[in-house]
């Protein structure tokens, strides 16, 4: 390996998204990141940033999708993902009224079979984004656990290190242990305290995080800080941080 690839969820710069996304697509270019994952378009046509990413030498890692479209009009998440040059759409989040039973979830995963159906007529992929709340027990069982064994094996999963770790549970060890399903990383730092963290610094074993995941073929590393007080110096010290660990080859080939 003679580069790793690293990336950015907009959301972490979603202000400044809203205010002229093309300018914050060529500043995040500009930093030196490889690649984005879209968090909305802001009103911009996709294919707009679909050129403005080649343009700019930026792959798409992936297109967070509403998960009112994704359950309305699953086709035009799909499409809009692949307008913005993704290959896969990311269902990133479900309201509190949509998880309160483990019949909802059930719903959600038989839901989200059918889509991956309908991505994979696209040649796209799904993938789901976990937090927290997947890991809180209900009726006795852990949401995260009916995702992992119900959900289509095509169907990828993002791992959050911030809220793995949030929720009690070791991201190594939750990596390690669902090696055949996870395809993308967030990462983000913790404080002692339970906060969000830049990069290096915070008490998460990043680095062990980020060869693990190499091992095990994960090829999108995406840097997200959801409450950065300076998004763009939070984006410029993870980066200098992630550069600082050492290169590997993975042992496997990449997905």
Known sequence: ??????????????????????????????L?????????????????????????????????ADW????????????????????????????????QTLAQWRGWIARLNRIADLAAAQDMRLAYHAHDFEFASMEGVRPVDLLITGLDPR??????????AKAGVDPLTFL???????????????TADGDMADIGA???DIAAIVLQAERQ??????????DAPDPWASLAASLDSLRAIPLQRSERSLR
Do not use: N
């Open 202 to 204: 915070g008490t998460l």
């Open 217 to 226: 073929g994960v090829r999108h590393f995406l840097v997200e800080r959801d």
């Open 68 to 99: 009112q479209m994704l359950r309305d009009d699953p086709a035009a998440a799909i499409a809009e993902a692949k307008a913005l040059c993704a290959d896969t759409v990311m269902l990133a989040w479900l309201p509190p009224e949509e998880r």
């Open 155 to 164: 169907i990828g999963f993002e791992m959050d290190t911030y809220w793995i």
């Open 32 to 64: 030196g990141y490889d690649e984005v994952e879209f968090a909305g378009t802001f009103g911009k046509p996709p294919a707009a940033l679909c050129e403005e990413t080649k343009i700019l030498g930026l792959d798409v890692a992936a297109a967070h």
């Open 1 to 30: 390996m003679s580069k790793r690839e690293l990336g950015v969820q907009l959301y972490t710069v979603r202000v400044d998204m809203a205010r002229d996304p093309v300018a914050t697509l060529r500043r995040v270019a500009a």
């Open 176 to 190: 390690r242990d669902h090696a055949d399903r996870i395809t993308h990383l967030h990462l983000k730092d913790m």
